[in-house]
């Protein structure tokens, strides 16, 4: 298992950013697929974003494709998530979710319907409500 521990969450009017953080405070982020996924109320958990360690290849769905930015800084150990353009519909808890087996791709299953296989590690979210 991989700690991890969300950040950047809070109250942002519609039109606006916010900035996820990611971080593995006792260990490292680099080596492993980094998934962000979000939970709002009454729903069920969704895939937002994912970035592969081996090319650093982004991934989003529909939704959130053109305004979120998915990146990796390997300095600061964090994974980041850009979240420009917010709408109310972004409202949820967020997470970031990891899974430290060799040789794991779990980015290209982040978006199906098996991904808690390919994601063992996750974080205890951060709310994000974009209201007005």
């Known amino acids: 298992q991989v700690q991890l521990v969300e950040s950047g969450g809070g109250l942002v009017q519609p039109g606006g950013s916010l900035r996820l953080s990611c971080e593995a405070p006792?260990?490292?982020?680099?080596?492993?697929?980094i998934g962000w996924f979000r939970q709002a109320p009454g729903r069920g958990r969704e895939a937002v974003s994912c970035?592969?360690?081996?090319?650093?290849?982004?991934s989003y769905v529909e939704s959130v494709q053109g305004r979120f930015t998915i990146t990796r800084d390997p300095d600061r150990k964090t994974v980041y998530l850009q979240m420009n353009n917010l709408e109310p519909g972004d409202t949820a808890v967020y997470y970031c979710?990891?899974?430290?087996?060799?040789?794991?791709?779990?980015?290209?299953?982040?978006?199906?319907?098996?991904?808690?296989?390919?994601?063992?590690?996750w974080g205890q979210g951060t709310q994000v409500t974009v209201s007005s």
């Open positions: 979710a990891t899974d430290p087996r060799d040789y794991n791709p779990a980015c290209l299953y982040f978006d199906g319907p098996n991904y808690y296989y390919y994601f063992t590690s």
């Open positions: 006792d260990g490292e982020l680099e080596p492993y697929d």
């Open positions: 970035i592969r360690s081996s090319n650093r290849r982004e």
